[in-house]
């Protein structure tokens, strides 16, 4: 009769801690989906520019730009059992840089996507203009921004994953912490100026 009672009550007690211990699981999926911890900026050359990348357990992030037929990248990819996501920062340097909207969403258009919302975020001394898009094929949310780095070059960060709130996260988190401080070139007479695109409020104040 002792014994059963003994039991009964490991049993309580077992059956207490597993209900503690799933709600300690849950408060910290819940802190670490809320909360985008990001690495130190990764300087990109002399460009000036500098991008964070996800940092949080799961993510494979770069350290430093690596390289692809388009121009210097980083890559990153979050695989998580019930997650996962992938953010691209392509650097490239091109006369055939997006500038409207208009241009923005016939890119993603043409990958299938259908575009539901879009935006501006100040980057550094530039402005980055974005979309969000959605694919009905393969579930897919997709944060597509361009900012304008100089005449010749441009920024593209892409941030896609079916949880259309991580992917937000994500994307408004590192656009934030971008830094970009146009390099020094030399001008006519031989002196140093920045090379730079004004910003939608200093163009604004010479309107």
Not at 2 to 26: E, H, N, Q, T, Y
Not at 119 to 136: H, K, L
Not at 173 to 179: Q, T
Not at 198 to 204: F, G, I, L, T, Y
Request: aromatic share 8%; net charge neutral; hydrophobic share 40%.
């Amino acid at each position: 009769m002792m014994m059963g009672k003994i039991r009964d009550s490991g049993d309580k007690l077992f059956l207490l801690a597993l209900f503690l211990l799933g709600l300690a699981v849950a408060h910290g999926m819940v802190s670490w989906y809320q909360r985008i911890r990001l690495s130190e900026p990764i300087l990109l050359g002399t460009t000036g520019l500098a991008v964070p990348m996800p940092a949080d357990e799961g993510w494979q992030t770069p350290t430093a730009w690596g390289i692809s037929s388009l121009g210097p990248i980083l890559r990153a990819r979050l695989t998580l059992p019930s997650l996962s996501a992938e953010v691209v920062c392509l650097y490239r340097k091109t006369d055939e840089s997006i500038n409207t909207r208009e241009q923005l969403i016939t890119e993603v258009e043409k990958e299938g996507y259908q575009v539901s919302d879009f935006g501006e975020i100040e980057v550094g001394r530039s402005r980055m203009m974005w979309i969000e898009a959605e694919t009905p094929k393969t579930y897919n949310t997709i944060f597509f921004g361009v900012a304008g780095l100089s005449h010749s070059a441009a920024l593209q960060l892409t941030v896609t994953s079916q949880d259309p709130e991580l992917a937000r996260r994500i994307f408004m988190s590192i656009a934030e912490k971008i830094r970009y401080r146009p390099p020094m070139v030399p001008d006519e007479k031989g002196l140093t100026q920045r090379n730079w695109t004004p910003s939608h409020q200093e163009r604004a104040g010479h309107g």
